[in-house]
């Protein structure tokens, strides 16, 4: 009842590594999945982001498949918790309704990593960056960017220059980062409390006002 993997010897965070991650990040999203939701190959239907359960159900619709299996799932339980106030799930569910006109272009499904914290990226000795712990699925791409500047990243500014580099992102995508956002600051209402509530209504309210 063991696990057992490569141990990353970690060194610091540079400016040259960052960029090589922000290419090789495209590339993993470019590797793409059947559908929104999918698992990886061999990959559970009921998985886990943290200690959070989470259902890998497929879905051909980004907007409609991230408000049904990514938002309202956490969303219901914070609230049901008493976490998240109504208000603050009133915006939330607002944000989900407008999710076909706040989307931004349609792409097809990238394999995310799925829960892209610093913690979870490893700046390797060897000048590579290394991803552990994933919650891996079909999404979208900018759900893994938006992650990434949620919680902070060394040289997040070169991480984005090598991915723009490998693959434009979407005209606007900035616009979109508080709605790709919604699902982990959901995720940590429900593991950890009231202050990621906060920040997930902040978060619903900043994308309704994009939206005009």
Known sequence: RRLVCDRVAQGPASASAAVRFGRDLAGLHAAGAPAFGAAPPGGPEEAYIGHAPMRNVTGDDWPRWYATHRVL??????????????????????????????????????????DLWNGNVLWGADGHVHLIDPAAHGGHRETDLAMLRLFGCPHLDRILAGYEEAAPLAEGWTDRVAVHQLFPLLVHAVLFGRGYAEQAGTAARAALRQAG
């Open 73 to 114: 799932p956490y969303l219901r339980r914070a609230v049901d918790a008493g976490t998240l106030r109504a208000g603050e799930a009133a915006d939330v569910e607002r944000v989900c309704e407008r999710l076909p006109e706040l989307a931004g272009p349609a792409e097809p499904p990238a394999r995310l990593h799925g």
